[in-house]
Every structure is written in structure tokens, then in C-alpha cells.
């Protein structure tokens, strides 16, 4: 079984920082991309920043210059790291791998638990 661990969400006020953490544990041969989306209140779930198959990075326009999907050292994590942070980026953070291989499953999409985001005016 595949799982991705959220941390690293929290209050902060305006202009702030966080840092959101996810690692993927179980039996993984291999991950195709990894990324983060989020969901705000009332609203849909949007791609926030990942990396794309071929390695390189994509980001939403409204967090570009803010926000910077790293990857750790250990194997199949990844990082967030939001500066500037504004009022309207509060919302629930996920997680996401896509193109999962593991010993029974060829292909699949794992999705963390979220991590709640507030960012107070």
C-alpha cells in the first residue's frame, strides 16, 4: 500500500513562510511525478506546483516567484516552500504522485491527506 505524509501546514500571517513536507512510503518501484495541489473553501482542486515527467517544473501563475517544489534527499519526497504568502492561498494542501509503480500495480495516483493552510490578513 502506497502512502503520501503530509506536514508542515499551519497559520501564518501575511508575507510569511511555510514549508510543506511529503514523503511516499510502501512498496514503490517508482514514482513518475510528484506535486502539490490545493483546494480552498467553495472551491475546486487546483495544481499548485509539480514535477513534470521529464523532471522540469510547473507552477500556477498566481504562486509563481512565491512558491518552490524542491525534492528531498531521501527518495520520493518533496518540498513546498511558500513565501509571500498571501490571504487567498489559505486552503488544504494535497499531496500528489502520479504513475505509481509498486509490486502489484502498474500505474497508479496517490493522493495524501491534506494539510490545512491559513493565512490570516
Known amino acids: 500500500q502506497v502512502q503520501l505524509v503530509e506536514s508542515g501546514g499551519g497559520l501564518v500571517q501575511a508575507g510569511g513562510s511555510l514549508r510543506l513536507s511529503c514523503a511516499a512510503s510502501?512498496?514503490?518501484?517508482?514514482?513518475?511525478?510528484m506535486g502539490w495541489y490545493r483546494q480552498a473553501p467553495g472551491k475546486q482542486r487546483e495544481l499548485v506546483a509539480a514535477f513534470t515527467r521529464g523532471g522540469s517544473t510547473s507552477y500556477e501563475d498566481s504562486v509563481k516567484g512565491r512558491f518552490t517544489i524542491s525534492r528531498g534527499n531521501a527518495k520520493n519526497t518533496v518540498y513546498l516552500q511558500m513565501n509571500s504568502l498571501k490571504p487567498e492561498d489559505t486552503a488544504v494542501y494535497y499531496c500528489?504522485?502520479?504513475?505509481?509503480?509498486?509490486?502489484?500495480?502498474?500505474?497508479?495516483?496517490?493522493w495524501g491527506q491534506g494539510t490545512l493552510v491559513t493565512v490570516s490578513s
Open positions: 500528489n504522485a502520479q504513475g505509481v509503480v509498486t509490486i502489484t500495480k502498474p500505474n497508479l495516483e496517490v
Open positions: 510502501g512498496s514503490i518501484y517508482s514514482i513518475n511525478s
